[in-house]
């Protein structure tokens, strides 16, 4: 069985602040992870994913997230939040025929 | 390439009543998926289909129907629509051994069931 636990529903940070989201997950066989952005009224978009080709992976709109096998996290980190990341963040762990796992959701909000 | 594409975008029914909900892709993709997204519980699988012709059970499969008589196309039905069947329902794509089992998402259906 595979699971994610995303923790903190809600994340708010100031404009130009580090970003942090963390992703903790269990999976039974090598996982293969991913982080989706989701704005307003809109599908799931693809923000990373870690290949096992190395454990700081680089996604879009600059941000990376950092396998860590003995944590089992991937949590997910921006160095400087733009207000255009508001937006919902879901981690993912995919398994058995492709089946993947959501986690809750993280709502960040980027203040002025 | 369209992607994956649902329709309809918002759909109003009343209590009893039946509707299906198209997806559709264009990527040649072996799996989809339906999924429904409620406020602070993520997504949740209802079915998934390894291939033309076969469609399994997910995490929350009763009251909804689904088919895959054609590649491109996964459709999911409900047959008497409740009000716990309010949600936003999302398709997906993915083909197995690419890109890690990566999902393409469809933009969702809005459902209000009165």
């Known amino acids: 069985a595979q699971s994610v636990t995303q923790l903190g529903s809600h994340v708010s940070v100031s404009e130009g602040a580090l970003v942090l989201l963390r992703c903790n997950y269990s999976?039974?066989?090598?996982?293969?992870l991913f982080w989706y952005v989701q704005y307003p009224n809109q599908g799931l978009q693809l923000l990373l994913k870690y290949t096992s080709a190395a454990t700081l992976v680089k996604g879009i709109n600059g941000f990376e997230a950092e396998f860590k096998k003995s944590e089992t996290s991937f949590h997910l980190t921006k160095p400087s939040a733009h207000m255009s990341d508001a937006a919902e963040y879901f981690c993912?762990?995919?398994?058995?025929?492709?089946?993947?796992?959501f986690g809750d959701g993280t709502t960040l909000t980027v203040k002025p | 390439n369209a992607g994956v594409t649902q329709t309809p975008k918002f759909r109003v029914l009343k209590t009893g009543q039946s509707m299906t909900l198209l997806c559709a892709q264009d990527m040649n993709h072996e799996y989809m998926y339906w999924y429904r997204q409620d406020p602070g519980m993520g997504l949740r699988l209802i079915h998934y289909s390894v291939g033309e012709g076969t469609t399994a059970k997910g995490e929350v499969p009763d009251g909804y129907n689904v088919s895959r008589l054609k590649k491109q196309n996964f459709l999911l039905g409900l047959e008497s629509a409740a009000p716990s069947q309010t949600s936003v329902y999302f398709c997906?794509?993915?083909?197995?051994?690419?890109?890690?089992?990566?999902?393409?998402f469809g933009p969702g259906t809005r459902l209000t069931v009165l």
């Open positions: 993912a762990v995919s398994g058995n025929a492709g089946k993947s796992t």
């Open positions: 997906a794509s993915s083909q197995p051994g690419l890109a890690n089992n990566e999902q393409f």
């Open positions: 999976s039974s066989v090598p996982p293969y």
